[in-house]
């Protein structure tokens, strides 16, 4: 269980959330609305990616903002993030990338090395396993940083506008393959400008809008207020 | 406009607090990260920076070593000091120009390709994603860096010295007809450990200065691929002034204990 407490970020004196409070312990929420809605600095602020300028964040009962450096790198371990330009190391191989997290947590190499080419399996790259990030499709990329993101069997799993970029068949396929993967495994936040294709997947939709929280609740719900149809409309247009 | 100079030497003060504190960080960063430093990135970095360098620096070697004989050639004629000769190339090359031309050729080939490089996975989000990853950036990628480079530097400068004292011994027989054996007897009664301790000193600062400078400038591009120009731009410029700066401050420095 994640819970936000009248958390606020800003960007230099520029606020960028908040203050948004809240738990986000369901099994999967949607984060949804327009570009600087401040959706990919929720999903920062809530694996400490970025340092809250007020405020806490409560994982599993510790708190993030005031853990030293030890307990924030073990807090921060519970967590996997599936980046939106999906932030690949370009000068190692996709078995490398996987296996990165695992080696640098001090997991033998063999190891590391076996269980990123399960990660790479079950994401359906096998038989990438050398190919650079450069030489993948945008489509495989993505399910390269997920392999990534669960290689380590984080309880917490944040998708930062996964499907960004992707074609309607391979964010469809991408899709079914993050919600397969995360079945019954933690929490599951996934952003997206566009929240359609993850409405009827997620328990709750959260809608944010100049870094405010617009409405949380139901997808159905919270598409139903006429103010956060009229957020959403204006991205879709 | 009333106010202006004080607004500008305001501003600059601010930023030149801002560049030394974000120095001060980077060096702290690095020496936290010391202990889990990745040896790979490591050995890595020092072929990327120092090996694949060896050809370029051998080149300017061998130059430093022909241009010291034709300057030298004009005092010989004048002052018939050819027994000088080793001395002067050795002391030349090992306090002066092999330090300090090896440090501002590698600004450009080591410095610059430092700060593009961290700035392209900057702005492109790889170092932000290894956080992600719970994967420090320092302990992967940014020690190593820093260590390697100033190693890489430092080694290239002795490659300088050595090609260049060999160089000018050759030189130095070709154009003003000083026989090897006379010239090295000169270098070695007149040159002892203090010069080649001064000279080691400064391609240590050199290195250093070069890598810090770099990997900061790497470190805060924002923006998108003219960032990366730019840092490249400004990790050379600003290593390029503080190395001719610092090469005073060191030179006098030295005079006084060495």
Known sequence: MIELRELTVHYGSEPALGPVSGGVGGPTLAVAGPARAGKTTLLKALCGLVRPASGGVLVDGDDLVAAGSRLRGEIRSRFGMVFQNDALFDSLDALGNVALPLLRRGLARPEALLKAREALALVGLDGQEHALPERLSGGMRKR??????????????????????????????????????????????????????????????????????????????????????????GVES | MSGGPFRTIGRSAIELANHVGGLGLVIARTVRALPRLDPRELVRSVVHFGYDAIPLVVALAVFIGGILVLFANVNVQRYGAKSLIGWAAGYTILREFGP???????????????????????????????????????????????????????????????????????????????????????????????????????????????????????????????????????????????????????????????
């Open chain 1, 144 to 233: 390269l940083g997920l392999a990534r993101a669960i290689v380590a069997r984080p309880r917490y799993l944040l998708a930062d506008d996964p499907l960004a970029g992707l074609d309607p068949g391979t964010s469809a396929r991408v899709l079914d393959l993050l919600f397969d993967l995360w079945k019954g495994r933690g929490g599951l936040v996934i952003a997206a400008a566009q929240p359609g294709p993850l409405l009827e997947r997620c328990e709750e939709l959260l809608v944010l809008d100049a870094g405010r929280p617009l409405a949380r609740g139901a997808p159905a719900e919270v598409l139903a207020r006429p103010a956060v149809r009229a957020v959403l409309e």
């Open chain 2, 100 to 258: 300090l031309l090896t440090a501002l050729v590698m600004t450009g080939r080591v410095g610059a390709r430092n700060a593009a490089e961290l700035a392209s996975m900057n702005i492109g989000g790889q170092l932000e994603g290894l956080r992600g990853v719970g994967v420090d950036p320092f302990a992967l990628l940014v020690a190593p860096r820093v260590i390697a480079s100033t190693i890489a530097i430092a080694a290239l400068g002795l490659v300088v010295n050595l090609v260049a004292v060999f160089s000018a011994a050759f030189f130095g027989q070709l154009i003003i007809a000083v026989d090897p054996g006379s010239f090295f007897r000169s270098l070695e009664q007149m040159l002892g450990w203090r010069d080649a301790l001064a000279g080691s000193a400064k391609m240590v600062a050199f290195g250093l200065t070069i890598s810090l400078i770099s990997t900061r400038a790497g470190l805060v591009a924002r923006g998108g691929a003219r960032a990366v120009g730019r840092v490249a731009a400004v990790a050379v410029v600003a290593s390029s002034a503080l190395l001719t700066a610092l090469d005073y401050g060191i030179t006098v420095a030295l005079e006084r204990v060495l």
